[in-house]
């Protein structure tokens, strides 16, 4: 089960952290990642991190967002700087069984988003 926890409403220009908790198993070799979904929009690829600490990160958040992961709590985060509006979405945390990746058919276990509005 994942939790995803930490959205709210935020200005433009502020920051803001989003955070997902796994329990039930342990995800050892896993990647872990956050997607994210527009109103209209199809859900999209935002952030992966792998067991080891290699990051990905979609061009329009590279430089402002930042994942971690602490693997003894089985918790990742999504730092958050110098939102935008087009940042606004449903913030979806996902872990992926075969490690690092950004295609989302790869990602079999998800949580239930948490809302992020950047709007002033």
């Known amino acids: 089960q994942l939790q995803a926890s930490g959205g709210g409403l935020v200005q433009p220009g502020g920051s803001l952290r989003v955070s997902c908790a796994a329990s039930?198993?342990?995800?050892?070799?896993?990647?872990m990642g956050w997607f994210r979904q527009a109103p209209g929009k199809e859900r999209e690829f935002v952030a992966a991190?792998?067991?080891?600490?290699?990051?990905r990160y979609s061009d329009s958040v590279k430089g402002r967002f930042t994942i971690s992961r602490d693997n003894a709590k089985n918790t990742w985060y999504l730092q958050m700087n110098s939102l935008k509006p087009e940042d606004t979405a449903v913030y979806y945390c996902?872990?992926?069984?075969?490690?690092?990746?950004?295609?989302?058919?790869?990602?079999?276990?998800w949580g239930q988003g948490t809302l992020v509005t950047v709007s002033s």
């Open positions: 039930g198993r342990t995800f050892s070799t896993n990647g």
């Open positions: 996902a872990i992926s069984p075969d490690g690092l990746g950004t295609l989302e058919r790869i990602y079999k276990y």
């Open positions: 991190i792998s067991w080891g600490g290699v990051t």
